[in-house]
């Protein structure tokens, strides 16, 4: 069954709701309330900067359009894995070398923050250890082992390893995959019920949720206020943690993102011996396309496939067939196996793939386009948020420093453009 208010979806039918989060379900703000921080979004952004705020010492109100973690922080593959889309080189060219660094180093940061939160609090969320990078071709296989090497001898981060070709195929049963990357210290997870953990330990901590309580518009200044469809928020600070749900609420960011769908298919419930032979080790897979596929088992031994994007406001039709063409692919085997869900997400990403961090005013803060890598960089930008806010602003602000690029022609013009790219690179995923 469905958790009420969400898209039907394998994660929305396995959802853990606590008698805390209970009391707030569905609970719109009605008339005019005052906080010291007021965060738009209830997805991994807003509720690690709600957490951290509230364990600061600050009141909060966190308010969502629809519910907690009802976006992509409720849909997405649940991998979380260190690095960034931007390779480390190019980063230094962007940056600099501290900064590259320091970049660097926030990602692996990121995902230890994750974990150290799901055991804080006790987050039950299926968490399991370790995430494969693999090749989709063998012209990727070098590229990769160039990759791991750097990691190790450049940047000096050692639990990562190369896994050669007849490993990996040993490993995932299958002849289409060729040499990967091995995250040893990665993580993969249910994305819903770490961000329903997170908003009960953010209840518990004093932050006050508003659910279906949309955001019009805000006024600017030293003392600005929040205008939702049935109420106000006064406040001294406000986060925008829209993604790619931000629409038109803040014109000077909006430009700096492009919302695209992605889709995910669960299967029934395979044997132990049909999970063993198509994932051995049980890791998070993805894989070097650049509309790339990405695999992991559930914790009841399901296989959830996420394959293919779209770019438009509308999900296809039938997101099963349209997911599942990608699975058999790589796994013909599974041509008998009954789908149970398929869903879809919309996510944010950047012309450069790396996260908007930005300042805007004073006392408005944003953290969006995570490209991705939404499940750690999302977590850690919450709590970047809240360091800034409190008076250490320094690794935010090492965010901030990377350039981010608008899209041409701002948000009138950028859906064609990004198609016809998106096009292009599909293209050269198949036939090059």
Not at 254 to 281: H, V, W, Y
């Amino acid at each position: 069954m469905t958790l009420s208010g969400y898209e039907p979806s394998y994660y929305s039918a396995t959802a853990n709701v606590s008698p805390v989060l209970a009391g707030i379900q569905g609970q719109p703000l009605r008339g005019e309330t005052q906080a010291d921080v007021c965060i738009v979004g209830a997805g991994f952004t807003g509720l690690s900067a709600a957490l951290h705020l509230a364990q600061k010492g600050y009141s909060v109100v966190l308010l969502d359009a629809e519910k907690v973690g009802w976006g992509a922080s409720g849909r997405n593959g649940g991998q979380v894995c260190q690095g960034h889309n931007m390779d480390h080189e190019d980063m230094i060219d962007k940056v600099g070398r501290q900064a590259a660094d320091s970049l660097w180093d926030m990602s692996v940061e990121s995902v230890e923050l994750v974990k150290s939160l799901i055991a804080e609090h006790q987050i039950e969320c299926d968490l399991k250890q370790g995430v494969l990078h693999v090749a989709a071709k063998p012209g990727h296989v070098e590229e990769i082992r160039e990759s791991v090497e750097y990691k190790r001898n450049v940047i000096g981060y050692q639990d990562i390893e190369y896994v050669d070709t007849p490993d990996v195929q040993s490993m995932l049963g299958t002849d289409r995959y060729h040499g990967g990357e091995l995250w040893k210290e990665a993580v993969h997870l249910h994305p819903l019920n770490y961000a329903l953990g997170l908003a009960e330990a953010a209840v518990k901590a004093g932050v006050r949720i508003y659910e279906h309580t949309r955001v019009t518009d805000y006024t600017r200044g030293e003392n600005p206020q929040v205008n939702t469809t049935e109420g106000v928020v006064k406040a001294k600070y406000i986060l925008l943690a829209c993604n790619g749900y931000l629409g038109k609420l803040e014109p000077r960011i909006a430009g700096k993102i492009m919302p695209i769908n992605n889709f995910i298919i669960a299967t029934e419930p395979l044997s132990d011996a049909q999970c063993r032979a198509i994932n051995r080790e049980d890791y998070a897979v993805a894989d070097s396309r650049f509309v790339i596929n990405y695999f992991r088992l559930s914790g009841d031994n399901r296989l959830l496939w996420g394959g293919g994007e779209n770019y438009t406001s509308k999900f296809p039709a039938d997101i099963p067939s349209f997911v599942r063409k990608y699975m058999l692919e790589f796994y013909p085997q599974l041509e008998d196996v009954k789908i149970d869900y398929g869903w879809g997400g919309t996510l944010a990403i950047t012309l450069n793939r790396m996260p908007h961090f930005d300042r805007i005013d004073q006392n408005v803060f944003v953290a969006q386009g995570y490209s991705g890598h939404g499940v750690a960089l999302a977590t850690l930008g919450g709590k970047l948020m809240a360091e800034a806010i409190s008076g250490s602003a320094e690794k935010f602000d090492t965010f901030a420093n990377v350039p981010t690029p608008t899209f041409p022609g701002g948000t009138l013009l950028r859906w064609p453009g990004l198609v016809a790219g998106m096009l292009y690179y599909s293209l050269r995923d198949r036939f090059f």
